[in-house]
T-cell receptor, first 109, second 118 residues
Framework: DAKTTQPPSMDCAEGRAANLPCNHS???????VYWYRQIHSQGPQYIIH???NNETNEMASLIITEDRKSSTLILPHATLRDTAVYYC??????????FGSGTKLNVKP | GAVVSQHPSRVICKSGTSVKIECRSL??????MFWYRQFPKQSLMLMAT?????????EQGVEKDKFLINHASLTLSTLTVTSAHPEDSSFYIC??????????????FGPGTRLTVL
């Protein structure tokens, strides 16, 4: 079972930053935090992942707390196309992903 | 980026028939592929891990005789739903890893196959 906790849904205004939290309080030292999103009826799309340091790519930023018990995915300027279910995964089983329930992000005009 | 395809994208079949779903890594070799199932309004559930040239490893509660997995090459894994019944209707998604494993190794997901059993 996935060992992450996310709010079931969040709203965000178009053009504003979307901050999606994830709790992984039992994460171990070698577990990476991955973020994927799934737009309706499509396969999940990779967003970003990290271990200890904050990470940024063209899609998003990942902020991991110093104790690694939680993280936040930041979409800097949300658009309507960012409406999706966002999954935070703490990869504790070698090479496998176990998905939790995710956060449904609703970006509104 | 790495691309994973699935075929067919959707299939409708009669109860009792078998259905084969293909998962291909188009521009990379995938030693390991994974199969997931997703029911409406639910999250993805890992069904099995497929390693090229060896038997698949099934998650607890997944019937290996019901869901046959073959990983004959580094770019192709197939999932066969045998004697499908309406409760097998679901969205089936595969994924593939670039290398054999590791925690710092993303998975690339296919677009999914919608199976409807009448």
């Amino acid at each position: 079972d996935a060992k992450t906790t996310q709010p079931p849904s969040m709203d965000c205004a178009e053009g504003r930053a979307a901050n999606l939290p994830c709790n992984h309080s039992t994460i171990s030292g070698n577990e990476y935090v991955y973020w994927y999103r799934q737009i309706h009826s499509q396969g999940p799309q990779y967003i970003i992942h990290g271990l200890k340091n904050n990470e940024t790519n063209e899609m998003a930023s990942l902020i991991i707390t110093e104790d690694r018990k939680s993280s936040t995915l930041i979409l800097p300027h949300a658009t309507l196309r960012d409406t999706a279910v966002y999954y935070c995964i703490a990869r504790y089983n070698f090479n496998k992903f176990y998905f939790g329930s995710g956060t449904k992000l609703n970006v509104k005009p | 980026g790495a691309v994973v395809s699935q075929h067919p994208s959707r299939v409708i079949c009669k109860s009792g028939t078998s259905v084969k779903i293909e998962c291909r890594s188009l521009d990379f070799q995938a030693t390991t592929m994974f199969w997931y199932r997703q029911f409406p309004k639910q999250s993805l559930m890992l069904m099995a891990t497929s390693n090229e040239g060896s038997k698949a490893t099934y998650e607890q509660g997944v019937e290996k005789d019901k869901f046959l997995i073959n990983h004959a090459s580094l770019t192709l894994s197939t999932l066969t739903v045998t004697s499908a019944h309406p409760e097998d209707s679901s969205f089936y998604i595969c994924s593939a890893s670039l290398a054999q494993g590791g925690f710092n190794n993303e998975q690339f997901f296919g677009p999914g196959t919608r199976l409807t059993v009448l």
